[in-house]
């Protein structure tokens, strides 16, 4: 079995703020592979931005902390690095693509000043000014925007095509992985398939790899080959998406968010959404972290945490699986 | 609409009107806050003596000149020395106390209430009502301050009422400003067109919604014109076009006393600390306020 | 039977720097009782002015709405208000459409208290909490206020407040978009559930088709400003006719994995609002776009209710909607 591109392993953090402790995420284990796309899904709250965050040492200083376990990029610790070494990783090894196109861009710079500043600082000044305008013409085209607008400004584009000159950022030096959060919640539908499209497109021509965050199972069931289900701060279902679409096992939460969703081709009288909330991070329940809201719930899932039970590719925390002997 | 307990629902319900801005997790944000503290500290010294001036020292010693003594540094006697007049320096400050912090506080309070009602209406009614207020507040604008309170007193007389009358006349164009521009963001609120689907007159609507939510930016600044307004009634006594001698007021004081600042130098450190303080605590206090009041703004 | 609620060439517009904006142009919708409508676009389409106009928080440059009959438009300012006790309206956003400033039970207050419902105090405490109680509120957040209350409580506020009044109708704008996936589901059954208890109707406007046809009979989809399709939800979702219906049901990325992966994706991006063109205003953006598209359309029923606003369905009657739509056949 080949090592993987990047594997997170009890990957713990905590925001302190004027005396309150959020424990934002706390333990999880993710691995991604050379060339594949895997689907970080939860609602707000369940940390998925921070774990993104945490890759890329991004995490705000004043508040935000690693406090255990080790994220390890091509045999790696990312942890262990120093500011400057990020530095070289960021934008050329690992990049991000954030949520909001809105605010991700620089509105008084133009779009191909953006793409070249990354070139330029990946490059430095090895390679001659009009190489790098080259690349960026190239990389506009990759995205679909026509190479003469790199003299625009943001407020020039719509917001389909802000995302998408995000994107060009985000792969103008080739990295290997990239990392996006929400990168179409803030679109219109039409566009989001747009996007979405080229975004495959692009994973096929360019074989990176990706980390997709999204609350909506429908993207990850249209671009994702695994899928890790997060529930404040931790994960309690992980597999390929085969795994989480089709197999008659699932961890209650997962359920619960399969059956909120009005399906538009099935008619349903009535969702069974969750009831309650998500917990207060600063606060959160011992044992198992759902069980308040979990209509299986059992006497050991209020003391103890469950631990993962795997099923091949296929693994989910739930006192539940153990209990069936399934 | 006021809130009683309903003895229908024993135990279960009780409507207890909170105040969203003076409640005790305000003041304990308050409290926390130490420069705000501090500022408290300094300000209630000058509180007291607002209110105890006479109690402290009789208002005759203020102006009983003893040419004598004239010029002396601080003694057992005369705690802050005496002024070229023989003045106990100390008797001034206490008095001059009373005069500073009402201009201050009065010529603030009717330009913020005049203030903001110009403002609500701009903000809230838009359109040609808008543009002739801002118009009319920019021309105003456009006359440095000192130079149209100076014009208003020059015309009008020196003294007290007159002063207030031109500071409150000069500062309601830069309250209108920015009051107006906490307004408008309030006006684009969700809230206010939920309020007008209620059912909710305009003028409830600016009374209980837009009013209150722009109060943040409008007590922040007043407390920190209340220091403003100070120090410029300050200057303009202290050119003379303010309150005359022989009333004490901190900026005739350091009139009286800059020419003999070199040799003497107590004549105008201890008005001029005066208004240091004063002001200083002030602006500590607002700075406070705003951030107890709404501590998201801080981040 | 007379529709609950009419609108009849409804336009508006909005001057602004650069010409005049057509947010919503020559709309004609019908909304019987107990028929929920659902209004669904992307932005710019218009759907939350619409929904707007229909309460009469803004004013039509053009056109009538009406309301059991009256027209709303032509109201002065204290029918309006009167008309405030009939027709509501639950925001989008449960974060800004909630006076920071003001508790839970004053936000439910104001519309008793502005329209002097209850003579006593009591009276109206009682009806508050009851409110509460109904659409899931615990009493105990009544003298919370709303940046103490996470998204889904915030949101029954609105609807609670929305309700005070016993309207007959309400208009949702998107009322469940910026909360979490299960607290959506929450919220949108309790909407279903009090239009059983308490005979309601709703606008429902969303971009969200999954939610739009679980809770609403009839849909209407609007572009630009123009409503270009219409009809019964089942019917418009099973057999869309207008290429943008089509496409926009397809873009929905469906949590399944039997899909097949090739879809038909819109290109390009909508148009400029602003001084539009006459004519179909998704014709830069149509497959099937021919020279007839530039002339002004409407809306013509091809089925028992299912209209369309389109040149390929122009020249058809009604029960031969089947056969329309490919490019062979112009």
């Known amino acids: 079995m080949t090592n993987p591109l990047l594997a997170i392993n009890d990957l713990k953090v905590v925001y302190t703020t004027a005396g309150s402790v959020v424990r934002a995420v706390n333990g999880i284990r993710l691995e991604v592979m050379q060339g594949e796309t895997l689907g970080i899904v939860g609602e707000t709250g369940a940390g998925k931005t921070t774990t993104a965050l945490a890759v890329l040492q991004l995490l705000p200083s004043r508040t935000g902390k690693v406090v255990g376990g080790h994220i390890i990029y091509k045999g790696e610790d990312l942890l262990k690095k120093s500011e400057q070494e990020m530095r070289r990783i960021r ?45 960026v013409d190239e990389l506009l085209q990759l995205v679909g925007i026509v190479p003469s607008r790199k003299r625009d400004y943001p407020h020039q584009f719509s917001g389909g095509m802000k995302q998408r000159a995000v994107i060009a950022i985000a792969l103008a030096c080739d990295p290997e992985l990239v990392i996006a959060d929400e990168p179409t919640t803030a679109l219109d539908v039409t566009i989001q398939a747009q996007v979405l499209a080229m975004i495959s497109e692009l994973k096929e021509k360019l074989g990176t790899s990706m980390i997709l965050i999204t609350h909506d199972l429908g993207i990850v069931a249209q671009t994702c080959d695994k899928v890790a289900i997060m529930y404040a701060g931790e994960i309690v279902e992980q597999g390929t998406v085969r795994d989480i679409f089709l197999s008659p096992r699932h961890h209650p939460y997962t359920e619960g968010l399969f059956g909120s969703i009005p399906d538009m081709d099935v008619e349903v009288g009535r969702l069974t959404p969750i009831e309650g909330l998500m917990p207060d991070p600063v606060n959160l329940p011992r044992g198992c972290k759902f069980h308040p809201r979990c209509r299986h719930a059992m006497d050991i899932c209020r003391t103890v945490i469950p631990e993962a039970r795997q099923w091949g590719t296929h693994s989910i925390a739930c006192h539940l699986m153990r209990e069936e002997g399934v | 609409m006021n809130g009683r307990q309903l003895d229908r629902h024993p135990g279960e319900f009780v409507y207890k009107k909170r105040n969203a801005f003076l409640n005790r997790d305000t003041w304990g944000r308050f409290y926390k806050n130490k420069s705000a503290l501090l500022g408290l500290c300094i300000f209630s010294v000058f509180i007291f003596c607002l209110i105890f001036a006479d109690v402290i020292v009789p208002y005759g010693k203020a102006l009983e000149q003893n040419l004598r003594i004239r010029m002396q540094p601080p003694s057992a006697a005369h705690w802050f020395g005496t002024d070229i007049y023989g003045r106990d320096i100390f008797a001034r400050i206490v008095h001059a106390t009373r005069y500073s912090l009402f201009m201050g506080i009065v010529s603030v309070a009717a330009g913020i209430i005049i203030g903001s009602a110009i403002a609500a209406l701009a903000g809230y009614r838009g359109g040609r009502t808008d543009g002739i207020i801002v118009w009319l507040m920019d021309t105003i604008l456009c006359i440095p301050f000192m130079l149209l309170a100076l014009a208003m007193v020059a015309s009008l007389g020196s003294g007290l009422r007159n002063l207030l009358l031109a500071l409150v006349v000069a500062s ?34 600016i009374l209980k919604h837009i009013l209150p939510n722009a109060i943040g930016t409008i007590i922040v600044q007043a407390t920190t014109s209340v220091g403003t307004m100070i120090t410029w009634a300050a200057a303009l006594s202290y050119i003379g076009m303010g309150i005359q001698p022989p009333i004490p007021e901190w900026g005739s004081m350091l009139a009286e006393g800059k020419a003999y600042m070199m040799k003497s130098p107590h004549l105008v450190i201890f008005p001029g600390m005066a208004i240091v303080l004063c002001v200083l605590s002030l602006n500590l206090m607002g700075d406070g306020l705003r951030d107890a009041l709404d501590p998201r703004l801080k981040d | 039977m007379e529709p609950l609620l009419k609108t009849v060439g409804l336009k508006k517009y909005f001057r602004v720097a650069g010409g005049v904006l057509h947010a919503v142009d020559n709309v004609n919708l019908s909304i019987s009782k107990g028929r929920n409508l659902g209004v669904v676009g992307e932005s710019g389409c218009g759907k939350s002015t619409l929904g707007r106009l229909a309460v009469r928080l803004l004013d039509a440059t053009e056109g009538q709405v009406f309301f059991e009959g009256r027209n709303i438009m032509e109201f002065e300012k204290k029918k309006v208000q009167m008309l405030r006790r009939e027709m509501q309206m639950i925001f989008q956003d449960p974060y800004s459409s909630l006076n920071p400033r003001m508790s839970v039970f004053e936000l439910i207050s104001e519309p008793l208290v502005m329209n002097k419902v209850y ?16 659409v899931g509120l615990a009493r105990r957040f009544a003298n919370s206020f709303p940046h103490e209350l996470d998204g889904g409580r915030r949101q029954r506020i609105g609807v609670a407040r929305a309700l005070a009044l016993n309207p007959k109708f309400v208009v949702c704008d998107e009322p469940v978009s910026a ?17 059983d208890e308490l005979g309601l109707t709703y606008m429902f406007i969303t971009h969200d088709l999954s939610v739009v046809k679980h809770i609403s009979r009839e849909i209407a989809v609007m572009y630009l400003g123009q409503c270009i399709e219409r009809g019964p939800s089942r019917e418009v979702f099973k057999n869309p006719l207008h290429p943008y219906t089509k496409a926009l049901l397809a873009a929905v990325p469906r949590p399944r994995l039997d899909e097949s ?27 099937f776009f021919t020279g007839v598209c530039t002339k002004d359309i409407e809306l013509k029923e091809v089925n028992s209710g299912h209209f369309v606003a389109c040149t390929l369905f122009q020249g058809q009657s009604p029960g031969s909607a089947a056969c329309a739509g490919s490019k062979a056949s112009l």
Do not use: W
Request: with cysteine; glycine share 6%.
């Open chain 1, 91 to 135: 934008g050329a090894k690992i990049s991000m693509i954030f949520q909001d196109p809105m605010t991700a861009l620089n509105p008084v710079t133009t779009i191909g000043d953006q793409i070249l500043e990354s070139l330029r600082i990946h490059n430095g000044g090895k390679q001659q000014e009009r190489r790098l305008q080259e690349r």
């Open chain 3, 261 to 287: 992966l090739k879809k038909e994706i819109i290109r390009g991006e909508v148009s400029d609002p602003v001084n539009p063109k006459p004519g179909c205003r998704f014709a830069p953006r149509c497959d």
């Open chain 2, 172 to 205: 309601i164009p830069i309250y209108v400003r920015v009051i107006r521009s906490s307004i408008l963001t309030v006006v684009e609120s969700d809230f206010v067109e939920a309020a007008r689907c209620c059912g909710t007159p305009d003028r409830f609507i």
């Open chain 3, 119 to 134: 003579p006593t105090y009591r009276e109206m405490a009682d009806r508050i909490l009851s409110m509460m109680d109904m």
């Open chain 3, 179 to 195: 909360l979490d996936v299960s607290i959506q589901a929450q919220i949108l059954n309790l909407l279903m559930d009090l239009q």
